[in-house]
């Protein structure tokens, strides 16, 4: 946000004691802790607030983790999940498939080599 590095922080600091002096900077220290005390209470108060008012969602968060996305653990669940036979029973209704001809194909996938 600000791109400061600790070297500036501290020149910073340096300048500010400097500026403020040496009578004034234990009160102005004192505002300072007074003020991140009462920032962190605010922020603590929010996210309570935020977790009362959304409730549980029933979202696994852990599993919508980025870092832990693998497309190829996705498509092979997708692949090898047997579907259910009522779905099964409906897509085949849907597109007009008698629900013997619906029944998954057992093998590898058809490969074409002239297909490009």
Same mark, same amino acid.
């Given at each position: 946000m600000?791109?400061?590095? $600790? $070297?500036? %922080?501290i !020149?910073?600091f340096v !300048?500010?004691?400097?500026?403020? $002096?040496?009578?004034?900077l234990?009160?102005?220290?004192?505002q %300072? +802790? /007074? %003020? !991140?005390?009462r920032g962190r209470?605010?922020?603590s108060? +929010?996210? &309570?607030?935020l #977790?009362?008012? &959304?409730g549980?969602? $029933?979202?696994d968060w852990?599993?919508l983790?980025p870092?832990k996305y693998d497309?190829r653990?996705?498509?092979?669940d997708?692949l090898?999940?047997?579907?259910? &036979? +009522?779905?099964?029973?409906?897509?085949?209704?849907v !597109?007009g498939i008698?629900?013997? +001809?619906s029944?998954?194909l /057992?093998g590898p996938?058809?490969? #074409?080599d002239?297909a &490009?």
């Open positions: 600000f791109d400061i590095n $600790g $070297g500036e %922080l !020149v910073l !300048v500010a004691a400097l500026v403020i $002096g040496p009578q004034r234990p009160a102005y220290a004192e %300072l +802790a /007074v %003020l !991140v005390r209470e605010w922020i108060q +929010a996210r &309570t607030r #977790d009362e008012e &959304t549980d969602l $029933g979202v852990e599993a983790d870092r497309p653990r996705i498509v092979r997708a090898l999940d047997e579907p259910s &036979t +009522a779905r099964r029973a409906a897509a085949s209704a !597109v008698p629900p013997a +001809a029944a998954p /057992v996938a058809p490969y #074409d002239e &490009t």
